[in-house]
């Protein structure tokens, strides 16, 4: 078995990285650079009912200048960009895979080899040329570098594939974070999070990338370190952001757009949490680059009003649908925020790039162990000051104001949010009911506060729009939210008398 530790960049359809990488990049490297090239088909494999998919099981057969090689490939991780996963290779004769050639732990105790290869039937190819370049970085450490461009294919259907993979031969994992950086600063591209075979995979079910909620807290222990805690958080919030790239770049939904701005404040919160325990020079910059960030992409919330206005399921949809001309204004409101703020270029640009790098390179740097031994504290000695200062935060924004109104609760969302995420980080350190019952009136608040953005959103477009049925749409939308205080006053009230959970 070998263990594959790969970095994936997707690169731009209409960039030729071969040709920036060998006339900008190849004279800087002053290590030996072997290079070679091959035309690469692979054909991927399993049951009608799917049985290898279920299991976590990959199983493709390689063939290469009429050689061939079966892989398995079985569940790893993926984590900021970074792929691990274990990796079992097997020669064969032929084209048709044979499972017997495999040590037969590979599989689950209750599997039956030999009905699974009377099933196999394959699902999709990929077919590409590559092109291999062989680094030494440093000593002891080799880093292969390949740029794969060609397509995968199913059901008569096929996606373009222009990519780079850093691999890890042997020796320190820092190199492909480097080589990254390098990559991301000549030509335009991107952290890939999915494999080719799981492209595949999608291609060949007719599915696609969707939007996905956050969890409801991380998965902790006790007597975790404050450093477990951090790059578990952080590879929360990195992992959010970069599917949601990835949703987009397929589907263009504005959801996916939301979810980027998600990924983007809730990894900037896990800074703020653990900054004052692992504080350091690196961790500081980051953070500061994420505030910037997080600010260029604040149009989204914006873009979200609108969709909800928009859409069938939105508190406006019988109003709307009888206006015509407000539904064609909305719609270029939508494409006007779209045309202005060009998200495939906040998600390809550079900086943006090695920002996500810099971070997921964290989990492996470690630079805070270079200041002290904080980091090897548990992570429960601080949960409950954490969460009680942030808790008081909010609670000293929400309970300052008899009279609370849509500028209120504008203006106390930041603390709301702050705290909400504090608690999905180290919430599971404690009672799961007792959490339950705390968190879900500040929800709601919270999703109050995101239905008053569409409320006051419509208010501020009808003072300029020229649309049918104007005075009825203002009129309901006063109506509305005039219920909708009513209703957030109910759950302000809950929250000013709750019990923190941290403290049973």
Request: glycine letters at 6%; charged letters at 25%; hydrophobic letters at 40%.
């Amino acid at each position: 078995m070998d263990q594959e530790i790969e970095f994936k960049l997707l690169v731009a359809p209409d960039v030729d990285p071969v040709t920036i990488i060998e006339q900008q990049l190849q004279p800087q490297w002053d290590k030996a650079c072997h290079q070679g090239a091959a035309d690469l088909f692979n054909v991927y494999y399993d049951t009608p009912d799917k049985q290898l998919r279920q299991w976590g099981i990959g199983l493709r057969v390689r063939g290469r200048d009429g050689v061939f090689e079966q892989t398995i490939k079985t569940d790893g991780n993926s984590e900021g960009g970074l792929h691990q996963r274990p990796e079992y290779n097997v020669a064969i004769e032929q084209q048709q895979p044979d499972l017997a050639l495999f040590e037969s732990g590979i599989f689950p105790p209750e599997a039956d080899v030999d009905a699974l290869q009377a099933q196999l039937q394959p699902l999709f190819t990929t077919h590409f040329h590559r092109q291999e370049y062989q680094l030494l970085p440093s000593a002891n450490t080799e880093v292969e570098l390949v740029v794969d461009k060609g397509n995968v294919k199913a059901n008569d259907h096929q996606q373009p594939i222009n990519e780079i993979e850093i691999e890890l031969k042997q020796g320190q994992v820092a190199p492909l974070f480097e080589l990254a950086c390098q990559l991301a600063g000549h030509m335009p591209l991107r952290i890939g999070v999915l494999s080719k075979a799981a492209r595949g995979y999608m291609l060949a079910e007719g599915k696609e990338l969707k939007a996905q909620p956050l969890p409801n807290f991380l998965p902790l222990s006790q007597g975790d370190a404050l450093e477990q805690a951090f790059i578990r958080a952080l590879q929360l919030g990195i992992g959010h952001w970069l599917h949601h790239e990835q949703c987009y770049q397929d589907t263009g939904s504005v959801k996916a757009l939301r979810g980027i701005w998600t990924g983007i404040n809730l990894t900037q919160q896990a800074l703020t949490l653990f900054l004052p325990a692992l504080q350091c020079e690196p961790l500081l910059q980051l953070h500061r680059q994420l505030q910037s960030l997080a600010e260029s992409w604040r149009w989204v919330d914006a873009l979200t009003a609108i969709k909800a206005l928009k859409s069938s399921k939105g508190p406006f949809r019988k109003s709307i649908r009888k206006s015509v001309s407000m539904q064609s204004y909305l719609r270029g409101r939508l494409e006007g925020l779209l045309r202005t703020y060009q998200p495939e270029t906040l998600i390809a640009d550079s900086d943006k790039v090695h920002l996500q790098i810099r971070l997921s390179e964290l989990a492996y740097s470690r630079p805070w162990r270079d200041n002290d031994t904080a980091w090897q504290n548990e992570v429960q000695t601080h949960a409950r000051g954490w969460l009680a200062q942030a808790w008081a935060n909010a609670t000293d924004a929400i309970a300052s104001n008899d009279s609370f109104n849509t500028d209120s609760y504008m203006a106390c969302e930041p603390a709301l949010r702050q705290m909400l995420y504090h608690g999905l980080f180290l919430g599971d350190l404690f009672s799961p009911e007792a959490r339950k019952q705390f968190r879900a009136p500040w929800l709601d608040i919270l999703d109050g506060i995101e239905e008053l953005k569409v409320f006051v959103l419509l208010q501020e477009e009808l003072q300029v729009a020229e649309v049918e049925e104007k005075d009825e749409l203002l009129d309901s939308a006063q109506h509305k939210q005039a219920h909708l205080l009513a209703v957030m006053e109910q759950s302000r009230q809950e929250v000013l008398k709750s019990e923190p959970y941290w403290d049973e």
